[in-house]
């Protein structure tokens, strides 16, 4: 499979470059962050962003979205990714979007895909409880109850669900915490009774929420897959999530080395360009070689996603670590280059540091898919 981007993916490409460069610059992050602003992203920018088609990129046409792939997704991450834009593009239009795809029924699609491709409905995943990534440690537990279920547990980091109008919450009805099996989604109202939600900031000024349920009813029509067996839909839908992270993080640390260049041709020590200095240079080098590996490794994954292929999962992993480390490598050598001025709020660099370490450990670190792959090969 060519690791290459096709024309049409090329237009995609540019016209996401060119919106969010316009809509959603890192000035526009800086006004979100000084304003304390409490969901970490402008509804009037995802709207505009929805009419842009992609809110509902992943969506079917039947749906009314634009019916592409995560290849098409991952390019508008990328190019969020420079401009530090925020939005709810990953917990909607890519985890939203496949988990409805994926397991809704057709009446559940048929509710909720036309909303989220037209911008009007946010979704948020509540699944990790525990301190760090851990898909399958869920305690949450499903009750029985008459025709349905009763949902009690905690979700601590669920992002963001202080905007969401609907949770996919994973919970528990069978089995003991750490098991794979006994795992069923639910697709459950933000303002139903029992549902209580404490917003939370990040580092990289993005919305969070700690989630509470208690006694929350849900009944047959609100499972989202089959009982029980939500644990590979789960999964399914982190991947994309995951390689969706991996390209946005592709696209800060694209930005923070085309930032850091410039900045080596202006800055003058000694009477000379800094960039002349032979031993930045060689970091430059290097860096610009280690986001080129990372570019490759996370279009591999967008594609094998996209055609179905049984490895998939082991090039998401793959691609989430090599970003994960990618990223820091590239937002640490931009801090370092730029000079102590790299850490004040005069420069943007240190935004882009924020924003990679969060989205770094968001779905697991380069520890976690390590693992990850290392299991799935065998060791």
């Not at 995802?46 to 079917?60: C, H, L, N, T, Y």
């Not at 839909?233 to 992270?245: F, K, P, Q, S, Y």
């Amino acid at each position: 499979m060519a690791l290459v981007l096709n024309d049409d993916q090329k237009m995609i490409r540019e016209a996401a470059d060119g919106f969010f460069a316009d809509a959603a610059p890192v000035a526009e992050h800086r006004r979100l962050r000084d304003a304390n602003d409490p969901i970490g992203f402008s509804r009037a920018t995802w709207k505009a962003m929805a009419e842009m088609g992609f809110a509902g990129v992943m969506v079917p046409e039947a749906h009314g979205g634009a019916g592409l792939g995560a290849v098409e997704a991952g390019l508008v991450l990328e190019a969020m990714g420079r401009n530090l834009s925020a939005a709810p593009m990953l917990s909607t239009a890519l985890l939203g979007a496949t988990a409805l795809v994926k397991g809704g029924t057709a009446e559940q699609q048929a509710n909720h895909l036309p909303l989220i491709a037209a911008g009007e409905r946010l979704f948020a995943l509540a699944a990790d409880e525990a301190a760090r990534h851990a898909p399958f440690h869920v305690a949450t537990f499903a009750e029985p109850s008459g025709n349905g279920f009763r949902l009690s547990g905690i979700k601590p980091f669920v992002l963001d669900g202080g905007a969401a109008d609907w949770l996919i919450v994973a919970a528990r009805t069978d089995g003991e915490t750490g098991d794979r099996k006994g795992i069923t989604l639910f697709l459950v109202p933000a303002n139903a009774a029992g549902v209580s939600i404490a917003r939370r900031s990040m580092v990289d000024s993005r919305g969070t929420a700690r989630v509470t349920l208690d006694g929350v009813e849900v009944d047959g029509a609100d499972v989202l897959g089959e009982v029980g067996k939500g644990g590979r839909l789960l999964e399914a839908v982190l991947d994309v999530g995951r390689a969706g992270l991996a390209a946005e993080m592709l696209g800060v640390a694209g930005q923070s080395f085309a930032t850091t260049v410039d900045y080596l041709k202006q800055r003058e020590q000694f009477g000379a360009k800094i960039g002349s200095f032979q031993a930045l240079q060689h970091r430059a080098a290097h860096l610009f070689c280690e986001i080129e590996l990372a570019r490759s490794a996370t279009l591999r994954a967008l594609q094998a996603l996209d055609a179905g292929d049984a490895q998939a999962p082991l090039f998401v992993s793959l691609a989430k670590a090599k970003a994960g480390d990618v990223v820091k490598l590239a937002t640490n050598e931009a801090v370092q280059m730029h000079g102590g001025i790299g850490m004040s709020d005069d420069y943007d660099i240190g935004f882009f540091m924020k924003r990679a370490r969060a989205a770094a450990e968001t779905f697991g670190d380069s520890g976690f898919h390590g693992d990850r792959m290392a299991l799935m090969i065998g060791y």
